[in-house]
Nanobody, 120 residues
Framework: VQLQASGGGLVQPGGSLRLSCVAS????????MGWYRQTPGKRRELVAS???????TYGDFVKGRFISSRDNGKNMVYLQMSGLKPEDTAAYYC???????????????WGQGTQVTVSS
């Protein structure tokens, strides 16, 4: 199973970015999918986690600025970020809890980080 994230880049404060992540490989089903972020010297923190049914849990710092969604048919998860602040600068990692075949238990997979830099 592989996760491929895309969409990071440089954006000015107050700007927007949309991250995408697709899971591929031997996938029977996916439970939660979502995003974490990490800056050097800090612990990885939850940005958003989306259930199969579309319920989203956000990190406390999001405060309505980000919207995460997923397309179950395409094994994709998205993160629409707006109102970006310099403190949002981080590497953003997507994850997926994947069941590779019945009756297996979900295993957590991670994509490579995509860098988001918020700077004027």
């Amino acid at each position: 199973v592989q996760l491929q994230a895309s969409g990071g880049g440089l954006v000015q404060p107050g700007g927007s970015l949309r991250l995408s992540c697709v899971a591929s490989g031997s996938i029977f089903s996916i439970n939660a999918m979502g995003w974490y972020r990490q800056t050097p010297g800090k612990r990885r923190e939850l940005v958003a986690s989306v259930t199969t049914g579309g319920h989203v849990t956000y990190g406390d710092f999001v405060k309505g600025r980000f919207i995460s969604s997923r397309d179950n048919g395409k094994n994709m998860v998205y993160l629409q970020m707006s109102g970006l602040k310099p403190e949002d600068t981080a590497a953003y990692y997507c994850f997926a809890d994947v069941i590779t075949g019945p009756p297996g238990r979900p295993q957590e997979y991670w994509g490579q980080g995509t860098q988001v830099t918020v700077s004027s």
